[in-house]
């Protein structure tokens, strides 16, 4: 089955603490990206890659790193979080094409005490 | 830079109802995507449909249709005959591609049965 999975679903966590959102995708995309859902603020985007070892900035990427050293893989890690990115965060990833819609991870709910 | 507004927060109608919702786009872009994502309450984002800026042909799929017109920069979407399964978040998201695709902050639906 054709999907994007995420782990861990759920995570509470303390201020600091480095943890790692994993993402992997099946679909052999070339596009992987990361999104944090607030609520009023929709969906919006922390980091993209278009392939390989090419990553980029999104709309919100401080505090956030990420990698993509296999296509399939694209964590999202967290060096030292803090409160303000208690969020709800999807990965998704697309075929190459402007046109191609993303396929997202069923999210993530991080909450950094 | 781009900007999308989905006025409606919330809307709630009763089973069986039709119901539109609204969307619309600032763009400077000449080539553009327009996408419709829902989200229902179990939290994971579906794609329903996107439409070329090129492409002003309007779509029905079975209860679902949409509305694209350039000329207003709208990209509306119409349930008929809504159905409580309708209930959810819907996001409309213009964008140039994958990596530059704006979410609006969605419309809350409820269909009372």
């Known amino acids: 089955e054709a999907q994007v999975t995420q782990n861990p679903r759920y995570l509470i966590t303390v201020t600091g603490k480095k943890l790692t959102v994993t993402c992997s995708q099946n679909m052999n995309h070339e596009y992987m990206s990361w999104y944090r859902q607030d609520p009023g603020l929709g969906l919006r985007q922390i980091y993209y890659s278009m392939n390989v070892e090419v990553t980029d900035k999104g709309d919100v990427p401080e505090g956030y790193k990420v990698s993509r050293k296999e296509k399939r893989n694209f964590p999202l890690i967290l060096e030292s979080p803090s409160p303000n990115q208690t969020s709800l965060y999807f990965c998704?990833?697309?075929?190459?094409?402007?046109?191609?819609?993303?396929?997202f991870g069923d999210g993530t709910r991080l909450s950094i005490l | 830079a781009q900007k999308v507004t989905q006025a409606q927060t919330e809307i709630s109608v009763v089973e069986k109802e039709d119901v539109t919702l609204d969307c619309v786009y600032e763009?400077?872009?000449?080539?553009?995507?327009l996408f419709w994502y829902k989200q229902p309450p179990s939290g994971e984002l579906v794609f329903l449909i996107r439409r070329n800026s090129f492409d002003e042909q309007n779509e029905i799929s079975g209860r679902y249709s949409w509305n694209f017109q350039k000329s207003t920069s709208s990209f509306n979407f119409t349930i008929t005959a809504s159905q409580v399964v309708d209930s959810a978040v819907y996001f409309c998201a213009p964008g140039t591609g994958a990596n530059n695709l704006f979410f609006g902050t969605g419309t809350r639906l409820t269909v009372i049965p």
């Open positions: 998704a990833s697309s075929s190459q094409g402007n046109n191609q819609p993303q396929h």
């Open positions: 763009t400077r872009d000449t080539t553009y995507y």
